[in-house]
């Protein structure tokens, strides 16, 4: 039993909740959420990642009346790494198209297909996704990725 909601957050980010499991669009809305930590709106460069994780928890137990199995930070370093990754193929897409190499081009065929593989964030507990233990690892390592991603998130400029 799936539901979809748009958050009460400013920016209305689109997330579909299926049991063990949660999809997270990678839009502008997103973006500017995650975008407030590093422009200084808000204190400390993961609160807004680490405030969407949290409300994804809290709004899938409320609903399934159990636990989605995720660390708050596994999954805040999820939606951040998912994000930078389709930015940043979609702003070496754009490089990759000034330097007059055509669709067809073998690179631009992959950078387009990681771009779009991470469109959607699929966030699954550790028995249906496959590259959770990343995340899990990743969130155990957080004081040496977050300012890159964080970094990385106000670098790349987000053109769809």
Not at 83 to 102: E, I, K, Q, V
Request: glycine share 4%; with cysteine; net charge positive.
């Amino acid at each position: 039993m799936a539901f979809f909601e748009h958050t009460p957050f400013d920016d209305k980010i689109h997330i579909l909740y299926r049991h063990k499991a949660v999809h997270v669009r990678v839009d502008r809305a997103l973006l500017e959420h995650l975008r407030r930590g590093v422009t200084g709106t808000r204190k400390g460069h993961m609160l807004p990642a680490l405030e969407i994780a949290r409300y994804i928890k809290k709004k899938y137990a409320d609903h399934f009346h159990e636990e989605l199995q995720i660390s708050d930070h596994s999954l805040a370093l999820e939606l951040m790494i998912h994000m930078t990754a389709f930015m940043g193929g979609r702003s070496l897409d754009r490089g990759l198209s000034y330097l007059r190499l055509s669709e067809q081009n073998p690179a631009r065929r992959f950078v387009r297909y990681v771009a779009d593989h991470v469109e959607v964030i699929d966030c699954g507990e550790k028995a249906i996704d496959t590259n959770r233990f990343v995340f899990d690892i990743a969130a155990t390592i957080r004081p040496l990725v977050y300012p890159a991603e964080a970094l990385s998130l106000w670098i790349i400029p987000f053109r769809q």
